[in-house]
């Protein structure tokens, strides 16, 4: 439940790493206990982390993917996360 997620049911993330959290972050997105998305507010900023490359050409516009991933919806939403902070 987050505004990264926002109608996105599924997105493909490859060779990940996870992500130890410390001080003000937060995880947003986690699988079997580890953290693979993390955010915080840095001073004035926002800090967000992803244990992944997962927005990149072939993985946003489906051309390695097969439909029902929303990488391409989930970068809109990032786009518009990062904007709005």
Same mark, same amino acid.
């Given at each position: &439940?987050?505004?990264l997620f926002?109608?996105?049911?599924?997105?493909?993330l490859k060779?990940v790493a +996870?992500i130890? /959290?410390?001080? +003000?972050?937060k995880?947003?997105? !986690?699988? &079997?206990g580890? !953290?693979?998305?993390?955010?915080?507010? @840095?001073?004035?900023?926002y800090v /967000?982390?992803i244990?992944? +490359?997962?927005l @990149?050409?072939? @993985?946003?516009e489906?051309? @390695?993917? +097969?439909a029902?991933?929303e990488n391409?919806?989930?970068?809109? &939403?990032l786009?518009n /996360?990062l904007m709005?902070?």
């Amino acid at each position: &439940n987050h505004a990264l997620f926002a109608g996105v049911s599924k997105v493909f993330l490859k060779e990940v790493a +996870p992500i130890t /959290l410390e001080g +003000p972050a937060k995880a947003i997105l !986690t699988e &079997n206990g580890q !953290t693979l998305i993390a955010e915080a507010k @840095y001073g004035k900023g926002y800090v /967000l982390v992803i244990g992944d +490359p997962w927005l @990149y050409n072939e @993985y946003i516009e489906h051309f @390695y993917l +097969p439909a029902d991933f929303e990488n391409g919806k989930a970068a809109r &939403n990032l786009v518009n /996360l990062l904007m709005s902070k």
